[in-house]
Every structure is written in structure tokens, then in C-alpha cells.
């Protein structure tokens, strides 16, 4: 028993956080660049680059719930997880090999199909192994922060110096390296295959504080995750080079670590809802200050605010839903969410920023990203009106 307490430990400290960093250096590597890649190399419209970018998330949004109900299922995760790492970094290869919109068209798809199963696979494997063994999820995931960071940097200076193409490879290397270092993840004993019912999954569905953070979700992560598409455009509208794109992202992600590090500890001081809201509230202030137009400096400057939005939101919102949720359903309810979130939110807001950006300027579509995000704060504040509710009536 304490051996096997002893493994537990060295994997927490170990494994999770080395493997949350290649799978999110892989993300950094390819997604803060791609729409830059888009318009420069391959020559689209923006419009054609808004429906490619917004590809990703709707189809996030049909695969992310059936790989929850599949892990939920075969109770397999791990093995799930490793066959979308090596199909992912398979279809990023071929991507570098395109030169089509049909065929960036269908490899987006394939390539969304695969990634969109890693991030809550892996979500629900890091829950899991600190509800057995002890620790902080937050202190797990903000080595996802720094990987994507280190990427943005990296590979945008190799991109701008050496080919641009290195986006893709740089993506496939590191989720096989991943993929390697996925074989050594915690097993923990699960149900028999095929515990799962469709009443299950009905009943999740039937909560309504789920349902109302399914909405609040879809309307403060749509316009994160969408972001990471225009973002690059920003910069580089007001003057940036590709390096200077990868530095932004650093200073982004990288202050997002602290924050995650330190989530669970304001959890418990202020509790779930209380620090969504804030987080909301600061995303909502960013996007209407990108939305003024704003100096290249100014952009640069407040690019660490996203470590309190973001760096809070993540670990926040992913643990609320595993709480919401029943423990049969639980790998179904972190899939449901980041479908909604990084798949239909971001879809929307992907796709509506690709239209604005075509009639007007980028500033139209940060505006975009304001109002959503202040919608999103009103759902929280119904959301926590609920709590307050529940609580008196206990």
C-alpha cells in the first residue's frame, strides 16, 4: 500500500505535469499561428480562414461528448487518450502538406476530431489520480500554461527564421512525445464496461445549475478560446512580426500559472461561482479594451491579465462540473462541457469574429467578445443566486 501511495506521489509530480506540458507546448506550437499561416502562406480570404478556424470547435462540439460517453463506457481512458495523441500528431504532419482549401478543410476536421478527446481525457485522468492520491489540480494544469507559452515563443521565432511549416511538425513531435509518456499515467480500478445509461447521462442533463454553467461556458470560454484564433491578427494589424505574436502569447500564458497554482486555494475562500465572476469581469474589461483600438504596447502590457481571467477560469469551471455531476457520469460531464465551451462557444465565436473581421476591422470583433463575456456574467450571477438559495433552504 505505501509503495503503491509512493508511485501515486511520483506520478502527481512527475508524469502529470511533464504530459500536461507537451500536449499544451503542441497546442501553442500550431493554433496561436495558424490563422497567421492562413492568411500569409496559404493565401485565404478571411473569410475562408474565419470558417476553417471555426472547423475546430463544431466539430469539438459532436466528438468531445461521445469520447467522454466512450470513456465512461470501456472504462478506458487511457488507452482512448493514446489513440487520439497518435492520430493527431499523424494528421498535423499532413497538414503541412496541404495546399488546398478542400484539403485544409478536411484535414481540419480529422485533426479536430482526434485533439478535441485529449484536454478532458486528460482533465478527468488529473481529477481522478487527486481525488485518490491528494494534491492540486491547479498546480497540475498550470504546466499545460507554461508549455504553451515556451511554444508560442519557440516556435513563432522558428517560424519567423526558419520556415513557417515548423508550426506542424513542432505540433506532431511533441503529442508523440506525449503519447510516449501517456503509457506511464496512473490506472485507477473503474466500473465493468458498459455501466453507463442513457438514464445516466438524462440525469445529468436534467440538473439545472449544470445547465445554467453549459450556457455560462459557452459564453466566457467561446471568446477565450476564439482569441487564440485572432489574437496573432491583432498584433500583427498593429505592427507586430511573428516573433512579437510569440512573445504576447508568452507573457498570456505564461501568467496564467501562478493563478492556476493558486485556484484551489481561492476556491475555498470565495468559492466557485464568486471567482468565475471575477474572471469574467476581467476578460470582459480586456476584450473592450482590444476593441479600442489600442497601441501595440498596450497589448503587450495587459496580456498578463489573462493569468487572472483565464489562469482562474480553467481549473475553476472544470472542477464545478465535476462536481455537479454524478461519479458515473463524471468523464460525460467534463466532455459536455468542453464541448460546449471550446467546441459550440467557440465555433460561434470563431465563425461570427471570421464575418466581422471581413466587413469591418479586428476591433469589431473584440467587441464581439465583450458583449458575450458580459452576457456570460449575467448567467453567473443567476447561477450564484441559485446557491444562495439552495444554501438558506438547507
Same mark, same amino acid.
Given at each position: 500500500?505505501?509503495?503503491?501511495?509512493?508511485?501515486?506521489?511520483?506520478?502527481?509530480?512527475?508524469?502529470?505535469?511533464?504530459?500536461?506540458?507537451?500536449?499544451?507546448?503542441?497546442?501553442?506550437?500550431?493554433?496561436?499561428?495558424?490563422?497567421?499561416?492562413?492568411?500569409?502562406?496559404?493565401?485565404?480570404?478571411?473569410?475562408?480562414?474565419?470558417?476553417?478556424?471555426?472547423?475546430?470547435?463544431?466539430?469539438?462540439?459532436?466528438?468531445?461528448?461521445?469520447?467522454?460517453?466512450?470513456?465512461?463506457?470501456?472504462?478506458?481512458?487511457?488507452?482512448?487518450?493514446?489513440?487520439?495523441?497518435?492520430?493527431?500528431?499523424?494528421?498535423?504532419?499532413?497538414?503541412?502538406?496541404?495546399?488546398?482549401?478542400?484539403?485544409?478543410?478536411?484535414?481540419?476536421?480529422?485533426?479536430?476530431?482526434?485533439?478535441?478527446?485529449?484536454?478532458?481525457?486528460?482533465?478527468?485522468?488529473?481529477?481522478?489520480?487527486?481525488?485518490?492520491?491528494?494534491?492540486?489540480?491547479?498546480?497540475?494544469?498550470?504546466?499545460?500554461?507554461?508549455?504553451?507559452?515556451?511554444?508560442?515563443?519557440?516556435? &513563432?521565432?522558428?517560424?519567423?527564421? !526558419?520556415?513557417? $511549416?515548423?508550426? #506542424?511538425? =513542432?505540433? +506532431?513531435? *511533441?503529442?508523440?512525445?506525449? /503519447?510516449?509518456?501517456?503509457?506511464?499515467?496512473?490506472?485507477?480500478?473503474?466500473?465493468?464496461?458498459?455501466?453507463?445509461?442513457?438514464?445516466?447521462?438524462?440525469?445529468?442533463?436534467?440538473?439545472?445549475?449544470?445547465?445554467?454553467?453549459?450556457?455560462?461556458?459557452?459564453?466566457?470560454?467561446?471568446?477565450?478560446?476564439?482569441?487564440?484564433?485572432?489574437?496573432?491578427?491583432?498584433?500583427?494589424?498593429? &505592427?507586430?512580426?511573428?516573433?512579437? !505574436?510569440?512573445? $504576447?502569447?508568452? #507573457?498570456? =500564458?505564461? +501568467?496564467? *500559472?501562478?493563478?492556476?497554482? /493558486?485556484?484551489?486555494?481561492?476556491?475555498?475562500?470565495?468559492?466557485?461561482?464568486?471567482?468565475?465572476?471575477?474572471?469574467?469581469?476581467?476578460?470582459?474589461?480586456?476584450?473592450?479594451?482590444?476593441?479600442?483600438?489600442?497601441?501595440?504596447?498596450?497589448?503587450?502590457?495587459?496580456?498578463?491579465?489573462?493569468?487572472?481571467?483565464?489562469?482562474?477560469?480553467?481549473?475553476?469551471?472544470?472542477?464545478?462540473?465535476?462536481?455537479?455531476?454524478?461519479?458515473?457520469?463524471? $468523464?460525460?460531464?467534463?466532455?459536455?462541457? +468542453?464541448?460546449?465551451?471550446?467546441?459550440?462557444?467557440?465555433?460561434?465565436?470563431?465563425?461570427?469574429?471570421?464575418?466581422?473581421?471581413?466587413?469591418?476591422?479586428?476591433?469589431?470583433?473584440?467587441?464581439?467578445?465583450?458583449?458575450?463575456?458580459?452576457?456570460?456574467?449575467?448567467?453567473?450571477?443567476?447561477?450564484?443566486?441559485?446557491?444562495?438559495?439552495?444554501?438558506?433552504?438547507?
Amino acid at each position: 500500500m505505501e509503495e503503491a501511495f509512493k508511485r501515486g506521489a511520483a506520478a502527481r509530480k512527475t508524469v502529470f505535469p511533464l504530459f500536461y506540458f507537451l500536449i499544451f507546448f503542441a497546442f501553442g506550437a500550431l493554433f496561436p499561428l495558424l490563422s497567421v499561416y492562413l492568411q500569409e502562406e496559404a493565401r485565404l480570404s478571411g473569410a475562408a480562414i474565419g470558417w476553417i478556424m471555426s472547423l475546430p470547435p463544431i466539430v469539438t462540439m459532436a466528438a468531445q461528448p461521445l469520447w467522454g460517453t466512450a470513456a465512461d463506457y470501456t472504462r478506458k481512458p487511457v488507452g482512448l487518450l493514446l489513440a487520439a495523441l497518435v492520430l493527431a500528431a499523424l494528421f498535423g504532419v499532413m497538414y503541412a502538406l496541404a495546399g488546398s482549401y478542400r484539403l485544409f478543410v478536411v484535414l481540419t476536421v480529422l485533426l479536430s476530431a482526434m485533439q478535441s478527446a485529449i484536454v478532458p481525457l486528460s482533465d478527468s485522468l488529473a481529477l481522478r489520480h487527486v481525488h485518490e492520491q491528494g494534491g492540486n489540480y491547479g498546480a497540475i494544469r498550470l504546466w499545460g500554461s507554461l508549455g504553451f507559452a515556451m511554444a508560442v515563443l519557440a516556435v &513563432g521565432w522558428l517560424s519567423d527564421h !526558419i520556415a513557417f $511549416a515548423v508550426i #506542424f511538425y =513542432a505540433f +506532431s513531435l *511533441a503529442l508523440l512525445t506525449a /503519447a510516449a509518456l501517456a503509457t506511464r499515467l496512473p490506472r485507477y480500478p473503474m466500473g465493468a464496461p458498459g455501466a453507463l445509461t442513457r438514464q445516466d447521462v438524462r440525469g445529468l442533463l436534467a440538473s439545472r445549475p449544470f445547465r445554467l454553467l453549459l450556457v455560462a461556458t459557452f459564453l466566457l470560454f467561446g471568446p477565450i478560446l476564439a482569441n487564440n484564433s485572432y489574437f496573432g491578427l491583432l498584433i500583427h494589424e498593429l &505592427g507586430g512580426t511573428l516573433t512579437g !505574436i510569440g512573445l $504576447a502569447f508568452l #507573457f498570456a =500564458a505564461g +501568467s496564467e *500559472a501562478p493563478f492556476m497554482k /493558486a485556484a484551489d486555494r481561492l476556491i475555498g475562500r470565495f468559492g466557485m461561482v464568486r471567482l468565475l465572476l471575477l474572471a469574467a469581469l476581467i476578460s470582459a474589461a480586456r476584450w473592450l479594451a482590444y476593441a479600442a483600438d489600442p497601441p501595440l504596447w498596450f497589448v503587450y502590457m495587459t496580456t498578463v491579465v489573462q493569468g487572472c481571467s483565464v489562469g482562474l477560469a480553467i481549473p475553476t469551471a472544470l472542477q464545478y462540473a465535476r462536481r455537479l455531476a454524478p461519479e458515473r457520469v463524471q $468523464a460525460t460531464a467534463v466532455a459536455l462541457y +468542453s464541448a460546449v465551451g471550446n467546441g459550440l462557444g467557440a465555433w460561434f465565436c470563431t465563425l461570427v469574429g471570421g464575418y466581422l473581421l471581413e466587413r469591418w476591422q479586428i476591433g469589431a470583433v473584440y467587441l464581439f467578445f465583450s458583449i458575450c463575456t458580459i452576457m456570460g456574467v449575467l448567467v453567473l450571477l443567476l447561477l450564484a443566486k441559485r446557491e444562495r438559495t439552495a444554501g438558506e433552504e438547507k
